[in-house]
C-alpha cells in the first residue's frame, strides 16, 4: 500500500460526494490509501486567492501542505484547482528562500513551518504512474467494464499549464487519461479542440458568466459532434462547468445537450462495481440514466 | 628553468576602472593592503589601468624599484591580459612575469550591494596574485609553421563565400560539402528580401566560382571523418560517400576517355524507382539517381543507394562514357591544412512538436520553406501556389510568426530566429503580387525588422493591404468538409480574441543547428552554446573565431542570422583563418606541460589522460620517458596533476606556485 495525505478541497465534498467516497473506495483496490488529511481548508482557489494577494495564497497553501508534512505524507488530490495551488505553492516554496521565508513567517503564528519534506500529486497521475499503480493495475482491478460506450476526455488546463512548471511533457496532445478511460473498458473518443478550457477557471465563470458558458458550448459541440455518451474530467470544478453549465447553457442560449459528466473516479467507481447511488450520481445536474443504461 | 633566484620584488596596481570598480571596492583601502604583503615593493592604483598612462605606471614602476613581477587588479585576463603582457615587456621584464587579479568580473560586478565584501574578496585576490608573481618564471613562446592551406566545411552561401575570398587570396582550399551540390539552403529560397532579387539568381554565379577557381578543391557528397593535430597542421581525414557516378576528372584518372559524368540526365530518364525529393520536402518526385535542381554544382549524378535496386538500366543509358558504379564504396582521403572555417548551416525546428498548429495533421498547414518552394518558379508546381488538400489557390493565408521562436514553454526554442519576420513579410508581399485579391494575414509578437532597407520594406507590406495582427497564435483547427483552417488567437491590441477561417497556414518555424553536427564541432574542439549554436571566442570583439585556435565560424551555425551578415561573417573568418596562413608562422603560449626526465618512470599514465593527444612516449638514453608535442598542449594540467612520480612540470602553473596561491588564501597573508 502507498499511502497518501488526501487533500480534498471543496467542489467534490460539497457538490459532487461521489467524486470523494469513489477516491477513496477506488484507490484502495489498486494499492493506493488516501488518509484523511485532518484541519484541511480551501487550498485555496487560485484565480479567486491568486488574483486578490498572492501572499495569502501562499501562505495559506502552505498551511496545507505543513499538515501533510506533520504526517510525514505526500500530498494526492483530486482536482486541478487545487493541484495548481498545492503543488505549485508547494514547488515554488522549495526553491525561493525569500517566499519561504515570508510564507514561514505567518505560519509561524500559527506554530508552523514550511519545511518542503514531501511532494504533491495529482490522483490521476499516481494512477498513470506504473512505479505506484498503472495502467494496467487499474485494467486488472475492473469488475464491470464500461464496454460499448464513447467517452471523451476534458483534462482541465490548471493539470497541464504552464508546461514548465509541470511534470507532464506534453500539454498540446496529452493521451495517458484516454489510456485510463480505455484501462476501464471504455472508448476514448478524441474530438476537435481537446485542450480548450472548460470556460469557468481563472475567474472566469465568476467575472463573466456569459462568456464562460460560450467557451463551454464550444467544448460541447466538439464533444457532441465526437458521439461522446459522456465526457469524463480529473477536476470537479471543470465538471461543475459541464454538468450545471449544461443546464445554464439550456437558460441562456435554449441549446440542450444531455452529455453526462463524471469525473475519472466516478467511471473507475463504477467499473469496480459501485453502485450509482454509492456513486450520488442522482446529484449530478444532468441525468446520467442513459449513459449508465449502457453499462449496467 | 633554471635561473639566478633574486628576492622577489612585486609591483601592484589597482585599477579603478571608473566606477565599475571603484563604485564598489574601497580601492584606496585595497591599495594601502597590498604594499603591506610580503614582496611588495611598489603599490599604486589609477582611474583606468589600461590606458596609456595606467601602462606607464607599469612601465616606469618596473624601472624605477627593479621589479621582479607586476600583479594588476583590474577586469580579466580575458580582456587585458595582453594589454599588461605588453607594457610588462616594455618595461624590460618576461611578459610572463606578469599576474593578473580580477576584481572586476567576479567581484565588484556581481557583489555590487556589498562593498565590504567585495573589498575584502578584493584584497584576497590581490594577495593569492602578488604569491604567484613572487614566483613567476620567464617563459619564451614556440613559434610553429603554419600549412598553406585552409579548408571550409559546409557550402551553403557562408561555405561559399569564405572559400572564394581565402582562395582569391591565393590560398589552397578544400570546400566540403555533405550533399551532392553546393549552395546550401540559399539554393531553396526563391526571392530574397528586402531587394526581392531572385536568390538563384544572385547564388549560382558564386556556385559556378567554386566549382571553377584553380585555388579550391570540391568536396561534396563528403563529410568529416577525423581531425587530428592543431592550429597551423591540422589533418583532417574526409569521408567520400560511395556516390555511385563519376565526376569527368575521376573518369579521367582511371583512364576512361571522354568518360564521367556530364550531367545528361540519360540515367534518370531511365531509372524506374521514384521517390520524393527532400529538396522539395517531398512535394515533388525524383529518381534513385537524382541531382537537386538543374544549377548544381558540380553537375555529377548521385546514386541514393538506399532506393537503388541496381537493376542497370542507368548504367546502360551512361553507354559510352561508364560514369555510373553501382558497387561503388565510401572512401577516405586525409588533407593537411593550416586552419578551418565551419560554416554548417542549420536545420528547421520540427514544427510538428507544437501540435497546436496541427503541422503533418492538417494538409493546409505548410511550412516557410515549403511556401517557398510552392512559389518558386523551378518549384514543384512552376511558381503556381496551390492548397495540398486540393489544388486550389488560397485566397485567405495566415502567417503564424515566431512558430517555436522566443518559445519558454520548453517544446520550442528560446531564442529569436531573426529572419523568419522579413521572410514572411516578403512572402506576404509575394501573395498580393502572384494572387490578385489574396489576403495575407501576419499574427506576430514583434516585427524585428533591424537591417539595412528593412523597415522600409516592413511599411511597403503594410501598404500593400497585408494584415498585422499582433498576438502568437493559439491554436489551429480544420474545418472537416472544406480543409479550411480556423485561426485562434489573441489580438492584443485590441484585447480580443480572433477566430479567423482561412485556406492556408504558413508557419514560420524556428532554426536549430544541423542535424548530428555535434559530433563534427567537437571533432574541432568547438564548445556550443545553451541552444547547441556554435560558441564564438567573444560576441563582440572576436565573433568569428572559437576557443579553438585555427578554427573559425561563419554563418548561421553560430547563432541565426540572414543572408548579408552570414555573408559578413564569412568574409570576416575567410580574413582571421587567412592571417596564421600568410604569416607562416603561429606563436603558442608557453603553457607547455614539460616531462623532469630524471624522474619519469615511462609508465604512460599521462599519456591516457591527456585530452589534447599531446604525449607520447620516446626512448632515450635507454629507457622510455614521456616527451610533449608543445604544439598539441593547451596547459590544462590534467597530466600534471595525474602523475604518479611529480614528473611533470606546468609551466606557469607550477606546483609551488599553486601551492603558494592557496596559502596566501588560506593564512590570509600570514607567514
Known sequence: MHEYAFFLGCIAPNRYPGCEAAAIRTSRNVGIELLPLKGASCCPAPGAFGAVDLRVWYAMAARNICLAEEMNRDIALICNGCYKSIYEVNERLKEDDELRDEANEVLAEIDMEFKGSIDVYHLAELYYDPKICGVEKIRESVVRPLDNTKIAVHYGCHLLKPLKERRFDDSENPMWIEELVEAVGAEAVQYRNKMQCCGAGGGVRGFDLAHSLDITNEKLININEAGADALTEVCPFCQLQFDRGQIEIQEKFGIEWGIPVLHYNELLGLAQGMSPQELALDLHAIDCKPFLDKIL | MAEEKKQPRIGVFVCHCGTNIAGTIDVEAV???????????????????????????????????????????????RLHEPTFRTAT????????????????????????????????????????????????????????????????????????????????????????????????????LDKTFPTLDCSQCILTPKMVDVGRHPNIELHTYTEVEEVDGYIGNFDITLRKKARGVMSQDEAAAKGIVGGGCNGCGDCAAACPVIKPNPFEFGMAPRKAIYIYHPQVVPLVYTIDFDACVKCGLCVEACGEKKAIDL????????????????????????????????YKQFDNVITSLEFERLICASGPTGGHLIRPSDGETPMKVAFVLCAGSRDNTGVGKPYCSRFCCMYSLKHAHQLMEKIPGCQPYIFYMDIRSFGKMYEEFYYRIQNEGA??????????????????????????????????????????????????????????????????????????????????????????????????????????????????????????????????????????????????????????????????????????????????????????????????????????GEE
Open chain 2, 327 to 358: 558497387e561503388m564504396t565510401d572512401t577516405f582521403e586525409t588533407v593537411k591544412v593550416g586552419t578551418v572555417i565551419l560554416s554548417t548551416g542549420y536545420d528547421m525546428f520540427e514544427i510538428e512538436k507544437k501540435r497546436e498548429w496541427g
Open chain 2, 89 to 188: 615587456k616594455e618595461g624590460g621584464l618576461n611578459p610572463f612575469r606578469f599576474e593578473m587579479a580580477n576584481i572586476r568580473d567576479q567581484n565588484s560586478w556581481v557583489h555590487m550591494h556589498d562593498p565590504e565584501g567585495a573589498t575584502a574578496k578584493a584584497k584576497d585576490a590581490i594577495r593569492i596574485a602578488a604569491a604567484k608573481a613572487s614566483l613567476l618564471e620567464d617563459l619564451y613562446p614556440k613559434s610553429v609553421p603554419v600549412e598553406h592551406a585552409a579548408m571550409v566545411v559546409g557550402a551553403g552561401v557562408g561555405g561559399i563565400q569564405a572559400a572564394l575570398d581565402l582562395a582569391n587570396a591565393g590560398i589552397k582550399t578544400y570546400l566540403v560539402e555533405k550533399n551532392p551540390t553546393v549552395g546550401g539552403r540559399m539554393s531553396q
Open chain 2, 467 to 668: 494584415k498585422f495582427i499582433r498576438g502568437r497564435v493559439a491554436n489551429v483547427l480544420e474545418d472537416a468538409e472544406t480543409k479550411n483552417l480556423h485561426v485562434y488567437a489573441e489580438d492584443t491590441l485590441l484585447g480580443r480574441p480572433v477566430d479567423l477561417e482561412v485556406d492556408m497556414v504558413v508557419l514560420a518555424a524556428a532554426i536549430q543547428p544541423t542535424e548530428n553536427i555535434d559530433p563534427v564541432r567537437k571533432m574541432f574542439g568547438v564548445s556550443c552554446s545553451q541552444d547547441g549554436w556554435m560558441l564564438e571566442a567573444h560576441p563582440k570583439l572576436n565573433p568569428c573565431g572559437t576557443t579553438t585556435a585555427g578554427v573559425f565560424l561563419a554563418g548561421v551555425c553560430q547563432g541565426p542570422k540572414d543572408i548579408p551578415d552570414t555573408v559578413a561573417q564569412a568574409e570576416g573568418a575567410a580574413s582571421a583563418a587567412s592571417i596564421p596562413i600568410h604569416t607562416g608562422k603561429v606563436e603558442l603560449e608557453p603553457y607547455f606541460a614539460q616531462c623532469l626526465e630524471e624522474k619519469c618512470a615511462g609508465c604512460g599514465m599521462c599519456i591516457s589522460q591527456c585530452p589534447y593527444s599531446a604525449l607520447s612516449l620516446v626512448e632515450k638514453d635507454g629507457r622510455q620517458v614521456m616527451h610533449v608535442t608543445e604544439a598539441k598542449c593547451k596547459g590544462c594540467g590534467t597530466c600534471g596533476g595525474f602523475c604518479p612520480g611529480g614528473a611533470i612540470y606546468m609551466q606557469h602553473f607550477t606546483t609551488p606556485q599553486i601551492v603558494a596561491q592557496i596559502d596566501a588564501f588560506l593564512l590570509g
Open chain 2, 31 to 77: 591599495k594601502e593592503y597590498a604594499a603591506t604583503l610580503p614582496n611588495v615593493i611598489v603599490a599604486d592604483d589609477y582611474q583606468y589601468m589600461c590606458s596609456t598612462p595606467g601602462q606607464a605606471k607599469i612601465i616606469d614602476a618596473i624601472k624605477d624599484h627593479d621589479l621582479t613581477g607586476i600583479v594588476v587588479a583590474a577586469c580579466t585576463p
